[in-house]
């Protein structure tokens, strides 16, 4: 699947829910899911850090695709980081860099990216194109 | 249940905030975060609108009929602020930004002018970061050594340890005067008594002390008191300087610029009497005139039925909370100011705010812009829940099973 079809997949998913409890139920099940990061990947270095949560993102090369793997200390976060990670983890660094990002627009959790929100995730999202442009320029 | 439930009309009340009627996210708005601003009544609101509507243009300048109407309101809106405090003169009030900028006013002023090498000024471990960086910046640059009161575990200051750090080469102290992530209320007026017996300035932030309680300069006996126009039912962008005559005529002026000077030459400018010394610029009219009516509007309540309802309103919201497993309360201080401030067991903090959002439940989550006491208290951040006069029982209910609400989904 390219980064557009598994978003449009997560658009879909969550077309089901009408209700926000029920949307937030689910990303907080996604959050427990997510698998954790390596703790020896749980730097400084990795930590964005945000007003409100602390949002940790590691960024490796496998075989020409970039495998993202991340964590929060707060678990809606770590769900909507969950959602992102599916989306971009295993591409290679191009599609990455080119493709837009639109599904936290249309499953209406923008105000997750918002800056008075400051939970990282904006920060997160520059940090995994930064990665793909690094990745594209090493290749 | 509560006997004195009825302190206020508060119907009555909640029918002058119009904002109270609002629906979040399909939901009636519960607003408990007060200590990060204020609602603001219709009658402030409409003072806002009458102004730019009829009476707008600059002050302090004109000679035409507009401004001299525009210069009387304001100034008539610093009585009213003297009055409130208690000052001795109305020219020791000075207008500012808010109570980051009047604290900076001084930490400027006052550092350009008396700090020395070597020289301490006291703060504590509880304080806003705007009463902490200011500070800092102007020791860093004269090489002075900031000393900070320890608090202990229930969020209260060690006054042992106060009396330790005064020495002679103290000369400044700079305390708030209630906790914003706390609610502690600190003994300012021993703190004061304390400061003044080793020879130090005393500087009181007041943010978040004055929407909530009586306050009285004189009898406090402090040197500066900070506080800002929005947390008290005001509009934003206008806060309070409160400085005694003498001390405010000693130090230079903060910011250069109109309506603070007397004669301007390229050889030698000569600065305006007090106030208008500390007020470069033209300032935010609106903001003291709507400042006054809030003024007038609390007034007109009573601080003394404000402070006895919001105790009931804290309590009954303690005793509630503390129903809820797994929850702590972070600030347990013998006196508090109506800020309920909590963590939950294997949640965080924003979580809970995120989820209680969606069901109309405003509070505040965070380091509450003070960092360094999260770290001494160990904890990432807290939720906080704040309360006005406006505020109910009943949503302090909503508030409650909306919070267990959270707790069981996230757990």
Known sequence: ?139 | MIKEKNILNINKIRDDFPILKREVNGKPLVYFDNGATSQKPQLVIDVINKYYTFENSNIHRGIHTLSQEATNAYEVARKKVQRFVNAQHEHEIIFTKGTTDSINLVAASFGKKHLKKGDEIIISNMEHHSNIVPWQMICEEKEAVLKVIPINDKGELLMDEFKKLLSPKTKFVSITHVSNTLGTINPVKEIIKLAKEAGALVLIDGAQAVPHTKIDVQDLGCDFYAFSGHKMFGPTGVGILYGKEAILNDLPPYQGGGDMIKTVTFEKTTYNELPHKFEAGTPNIVGGIGLGVAIDYMNSIGLDKIEAYEHELLTYATEQIKQIEGVRIVGEAAKKASVLSFVVDGTHPSDIGMIIDKLGVAIRTGHHCTEPLMNRLNVPGTARASFAFYNTFEEIDIFIAALKRAVTMLK
Request: net charge negative; charged share 30%; hydrophobic share 40%.
């Open chain 1, 1 to 139: 699947m390219t980064i557009k079809e598994k978003q449009e997949e997560i658009v879909e998913e969550f077309s089901l829910f009408d209700e926000w409890m029920d949307k937030y139920e689910h990303i907080i099940e996604l959050g427990k899911e997510l698998p954790l990061i390596e703790e020896k990947y749980k730097t400084d270095e990795n930590l964005i850090k945000g007003c409100q949560s602390r949002v940790w993102l590691h960024a490796e090369l496998i075989d020409g695709n970039v495998i993202f793997t991340a964590d929060s200390d707060a678990i809606i976060t770590k769900g909507i980081i969950g959602l992102v990670i599916r989306v971009f983890s295993g591409h290679s660094p191009k599609e990455i860099a080119e493709t837009e990002l639109f599904f936290i627009d249309q499953i209406g959790l923008q105000e997750h990216l918002s800056p008075t929100r400051s939970n990282g995730l904006l920060s997160m999202l520059k940090q995994i194109k930064m990665y793909a442009v690094a990745f594209q320029a090493k290749q």
